[in-house]
T-cell receptor
Framework: AQSVTQPDIHITVSEGASLELRCNYSYGATPYLFWYVQSPGQGLQLLLKYFSGDTLVQGIKGFEAEFKRSQSSFNLRKPSVHWSDAAEYFCAVGPPGGGNKLTFGTGTQLKVEL | GAVVSQHPSRVICKSGTSVKIECRSLDFQATTMFWYRQFPKQSLMLMAT?????????EQGVEKDKFLINHASLTLSTLTVTSAHPEDSSFYICSARTYSGEATDTQYFGPGTRLTVL
């Protein structure tokens, strides 16, 4: 069965510092990969997605993610974090060929210190 | 583009009553919509997959008679929580799937509905 692991439940970074959120997945084939962000009491906003092709994916708000097949990872990065980036971040996988039934990780809560 | 709305954003009801939550794709047609439930500080749990014009597919452990889903049009799906009880209190989030080719296959999420059952 597919699964998504986000090893870090909480991460605290200083504003202006770089950020990397980890995501590892278990899947029979290369799945579709997504990163979503959720602000308190809000729904999820898509940051970026990977289906195929270039393994470095650019998203909104200055985020990027790199797909590493050998490590079954899809880590999210940002060179310089802003205070407004404080939120919950979810990694998700979907079956290749179709975005049905996303499987979500447990999320990483990002706190930004000023 | 790809905006999904939910209504209401927040609802408080008495135990035993039914509550309907609407999910709309505002600028695209969605043949498939999904309903999730999120408990505090936890991830999203898929409840059911809703396909336009057909019966919803429920995940294991989700009571289909308690959580009624209707997907009558390509832009609207509704979730009705019947005979709600305090344990049904939760944050309910819908998503709508875009698909016009593999590269566009993505779920876009609504802002969620906070249900509190007294």
């Amino acid at each position: 069965a597919q699964s998504v692991t986000q090893p870090d439940i909480h991460i605290t970074v200083s504003e202006g510092a770089s950020l990397e959120l980890r995501c590892n997945y278990s899947y029979g084939a290369t799945p579709y990969l997504f990163w979503y962000v959720q602000s308190p009491g809000q729904g999820l906003q898509l940051l970026l997605k990977y289906f195929s092709g270039d393994t470095l994916v650019q998203g909104i708000k200055g985020f990027e993610a790199e797909f590493k097949r050998s490590q079954s990872s899809f880590n999210l990065r940002k060179p310089s974090v802003h205070w407004s980036d404080a939120a919950e971040y979810f990694c998700a996988v979907g079956p290749p060929g179709g975005g049905n039934k996303l499987t979500f990780g447990t999320g990483t809560q990002l706190k930004v210190e000023l | 583009g790809a905006v999904v709305s939910q209504h209401p954003s927040r609802v408080i009801c008495k135990s035993g009553t039914s509550v309907k939550i609407e999910c709309r794709s505002l600028d695209f047609q969605a043949t498939t919509m999904f309903w999730y439930r999120q408990f505090p500080k936890q991830s999203l749990m898929l409840m059911a997959t809703s396909n336009e014009g057909s019966k919803a597919t429920y995940e294991q452990g989700v009571e289909k008679d308690k959580f009624l889903i209707n997907h009558a049009s390509l832009t609207l799906s509704t979730l009705t929580v019947t005979s709600a009880h305090p344990e049904d209190s939760s944050f309910y989030i819908c998503s709508a799937r875009t698909y016009s080719g593999e590269a566009t296959d993505t779920q876009y999420f609504g802002p969620g509905t906070r249900l509190t059952v007294l």
